[in-house]
């Protein structure tokens, strides 16, 4: 998005006043038990706006996946970037995510002048950036990001569970549920579980 402009997701707007492309980032799989946990960057257009964006959460998945490709027809300019199960393991999860960011925000055609991260926490880059509790609901670009991590991780999950059908990473997209703690405890871990997770260590002992 450029500078000089208000930008909403709902009711609340920020506004600044930098020259240049603001980029919108956010994250996608910091809590669940098993997968990569996912960015996306978007730097939006104001020429061509994206009705319905709103927090990913707050959307039904049908909903998502149109704005996902609507997202990425009419954005400036998108990237994904993610973290392995063996980095999360390595690193911890805050520090995964925070790499997942930074390569989202590498993988843009276009470096912004100014980027919004969702959250209280910043990657560390030699852009000028800026955290923004609760932004994927005040922030359009932000809002747009987190559709598309969440969308793609759904995919991933997806595609994870046509691997591991016993495991069920389609209904309970790698969360904590009652359904996939029992089944951590009758199978153990697949590959693609975080061993450094309580749940997931507890089911290897």
């Given at each position: 998005m ?8 709902e ?5 600044w ?27 939006l ?10 927090d990913?959460?707050?959307l ?17 300019c998108?990237a994904?970037?993610?973290a ?5 393991d390595?690193l911890?999860i ?24 969702d959250?209280?926490?910043?990657p560390?880059?030699d ?9 994927d ?12 991590a ?12 046509a691997?591991?059908?016993?495991y ?12 996939h ?22 089911a290897?002992?």
């Open positions: 450029r500078s000089k402009k208000s930008f909403t997701a009711q609340t707007s920020l506004v006043h930098e020259t240049g492309l603001i980029a919108g980032v956010d994250e996608a799989g910091r809590g669940p038990l098993a997968g990569p946990v996912v960015a996306a960057a978007v730097i257009d104001d020429l061509n706006p994206v009705p319905g964006l709103a990913s959460k707050k039904s998945a049908r909903q998502r996946e149109r704005l996902y490709d609507e997202i990425r027809a009419k954005a400036l998108s994904i970037g993610q392995s199960v063996e980095e999360i390595a911890n805050l520090q995964a995510t925070l790499l997942a960011m930074k390569r989202a925000v590498q993988g843009l055609r276009l470096k912004p002048a100014l980027v919004l991260v959250g209280n926490q910043l560390r880059w852009l000028r950036a800026e955290a923004v509790v609760k932004g609901s005040k922030v359009a670009a932000i809002s747009a990001a987190s559709i598309l969440k969308v793609h991780r759904d995919r991933w999950c997806l595609e994870c569970d691997q591991y059908p016993d069920g990473f389609a209904q309970h997209k790698g969360y904590g549920t009652a359904q703690l029992s089944l951590l405890q009758k199978l153990g871990p697949c590959p693609q579980h975080r061993r450094t997770f309580a749940p997931v260590a507890q290897m002992s």
